[in-house]
């Protein structure tokens, strides 16, 4: 995800019998892939086919994709999957028996969770010890001080909304939700709108993680409020905009003529103001206990506002936090190279090393030996880049890493076997154009090992359900040798093999395996 356009969310995480159709994708990696193994700088040829199983699973009852679309893996082997929008524009995440999905223990079938959530959640899910779930609400475009509990469009703006509920609190086993309300004006310290229980803050485009310990972190922001646009009426022959019953003309220099039967015809639209925020704010969220029986919550402030961050535990228990995108950012891109570290234990927040490339919308993954790999991403000057970089914590430093075959943001970093492999993201400098392939890299040396496709059918005449394209899905680590992604954006595939234009929500699921020799 780069810097928001007039898209509010274009550019924003088995071995078992398988009952699934196992619709393998004929030439799926050894008619396309990049398929030389690189490790510690040694090149020794070797057919990831050899090594890879990528099949097709059940199909979702519903398309949907989200910049953050959430899912978990439940202790019985069930998958849970909440929330995402049937399409990237229109923004409208799924409300109602819609909103939870469930992939049954053996994986054969999605079925609705017969759950009624009243409100629209759009961002990442996580399981707390009680067993429920966490959903946030994603919000980008909203009225702030709008405290409305339908959560309706704005009036006479429908992609502003006044969505109340920032989060959610799921229980699967009695079918309810309980709603956490944003504080007043969405600012923290503020209290909720309604209740007494925590006032997570609405935003969109941070960076969440969930913490060993079970406590849920929300790092930046960028937001856009929006006041009410005013509703048109023609006033003795004149265009007016009227808030209640305070009118006023379309500006100072044009006053449009208009009759009682064109009104909506005759004045031009006018929109109420905007503001945009970019958010310094670290949420730190704790879940239920019994002497907060609905969770607690507690404010950091970075020194800057910033959003597409990435964040990721080290082995010593700190959070590191990279890079993303905000008004003190570095180049026209004004992306940030400077990092934090949080400890979690006194919730203190100090300065770290500057990456050697600033970035924003980066995917970050931890190695065996503690260091952390840092990929793509955008740089400070509005490309989507391929290079990498390894930091390690015992020395504190950055040092480059091998390259990616392709320049990718917005990506997904997943274990696999021996490998971390990071799936799909998005192409800022060549306009919403989708990755349909991933990369991996030794979990043990951090070296680069290869790059396959993930869905290789072309779209054939006026097909429109669309075969290619990972962005915006869901993807879970199921066992060490098993990754499950599902949803997301979807679009047709181009001659290339690896682009697709943005589309809508995908029904689709995929399982990628490792096959140990």
Partial sequence: MHK????????????????????????????????????????????????????????????????????????????????????EYPFRPMVGKQSIEILRADWSKWDLADIDVPYPIAGRVYLLRDGRLLAFSSGFQFHAASDDPEGKPIAGDPDYHSWP???????????????????????????PLRGDAPALMQRAFDRSLQIADGRVLR????????????????????????????????????????????????????WGNRKTIVSEVIEVFSPPSPVHPNGSLAYLRMKEGRSSTAAIQLQDGRVFITGGWGPDGEGS?????????????????????????????HAMALLDDGRVLITGGTDHTERSVNTTEI?????????????????REDHVPVNLGPWTIFLGGEVNDRADQIRNSAEAFS?????????????????????????????????????PNRVLIFGGQQGLQDATGE??????????SLMVSFQPL
């Fill in 4 to 87: 928001p356009t007039n898209n509010p969310h274009s550019p924003t995480n088995i071995s078992h019998p398988l009952r699934w159709k196992r619709r393998l994708f004929g030439g799926l990696i050894a008619a396309s892939a990049f398929l030389v193994w690189m490790s510690q700088g040694a090149c020794v040829a070797e057919r990831l086919t050899e090594r890879l199983s990528i099949i097709e699973g059940p199909t979702l009852n519903f398309g949907r994709m989200s910049a953050s679309l959430g899912a978990v893996a439940l202790p019985d082997k069930r998958i849970v999957v909440v929330g995402g929008s049937p399409t």
């Fill in 165 to 191: 509920v920032s989060a959610v609190l799921i229980d699967l086993d009695k079918k309810t939700v309980f709603p956490y309300y944003r504080p007043k004006n969405n600012e923290p310290d503020q209290p």
């Fill in 219 to 270: 790092i930046g922001a960028y937001m856009r409020y929006q006041d009410p646009a005013p509703q048109k009426r023609c006033v003795q022959g004149y265009c007016r905009y009227c808030i209640g019953e305070t009118c006023s003309p379309f500006d100072k220099t044009n006053d449009y003529a208009c009759s009682e039967e064109t009104v909506q015809k005759d004045c031009p639209q006018k």
């Fill in 333 to 361: 891109n004004q992306a940030y190279a400077t990092t934090y570290f949080l400890d979690p234990k006194t919730l203190e927040l100090t300065d770290g090393p500057r990456m050697i490339t600033p970035r924003e919308d």
């Fill in 391 to 407: 930091f390690d914590p015992k020395n504190n430093q950055f040092v480059h890493g091998d390259a990616m075959t392709l320049s």
């Fill in 443 to 479: 979990r043990t040396t951090g070296r680069y090992v290869s790059a396959f496709l993930l869905f290789s059918r072309l779209a054939v005449g006026d097909q429109k359900d669309g075969f290619a394209g990972i962005t915006d899905s869901a993807v879970l680590e199921l066992g």
């Fill in 499 to 508: 682009y697709i234009s943005a589309g809508i929500g995908s029904v689709r």
